[in-house]
């Protein structure tokens, strides 16, 4: 169990059943009566946030949650495939349980699957990714300065602003945290 005052950022809690990551947290000390912390916590399961204060009494019941790295393999109809590195085992995950994240497995990607009792609850892909541009508009010639930006669709079909001068058939690192174009990347045969 967890005291009120080990709460920090992104300790993950149970609450009700459910697990809770906590975003954000202040400990107050008024000058009148008992300590407490205010915090913020993001619903594992839902992503919702709520607001929360425990008092100095109070424990928190850590959530049972374990990180296996497991390597994307393929599409399957609705279903995206996954293979834990140690055992071998495959397991099945929705789009609906991926959410965003959908946008960035490229065939054979190591991530991490989080667990919550047992049971895929989401996926971190790696920080960086490198991926193809299937469409964009051409580049002009001089269009390399001034930070103009334009969309490009990437080969998992996710929709990324890049520099003028890309074109199609290049390769990208992209950011995963922010889903933004890092660099372009020259892939030696």
């Known amino acids: 169990m967890y005291d009120f005052s080990q709460i920090k950022k992104n300790l993950k809690v149970k609450l009700d059943g459910v697990p809770f990551n906590v975003v954000d947290f202040q400990f107050v000390k008024p000058g009148k009566g008992n300590a407490f912390t205010r915090t913020k916590l993001r619903n594992m399961l839902t992503g919702a946030v709520i607001e929360r204060t425990f008092k100095q009494h109070e424990k928190l019941e850590p959530a049972d949650m374990d990180d296996r790295q497991m390597q994307f393999l393929y599409k399957e109809g609705d279903s995206y495939v996954f293979m ?35 049971q895929p609850i989401g ?15 051409p580049g002009f010639k001089g269009d390399t ?21 890309i074109n199609e058939g290049e390769t990208l690192k992209i950011d995963t945290r922010t889903g933004e174009y890092a660099e372009r990347v020259n892939i030696k045969k």
Not at 86 to 92: E, I
Not at 105 to 111: A, M, Q
Not at 123 to 137: A, G
């Open 145 to 165: 300065s001034g930070g103009a930006m334009k969309p490009a669709t990437m080969e998992t079909g996710l929709a990324v602003n890049v520099p003028l001068f």
């Open 123 to 137: 996926v971190t892909p790696p920080t960086f990714v490198l991926m193809k541009v299937i469409r964009t508009e």
């Open 84 to 118: 834990d590195t140690s055992s071998y085992d495959q397991l099945h995950l929705s789009a609906e349980q991926l959410g965003e994240n959908t946008g960035y497995l490229i065939d054979n990607t190591n991530v991490d699957v989080l667990f919550f009792n047992g």
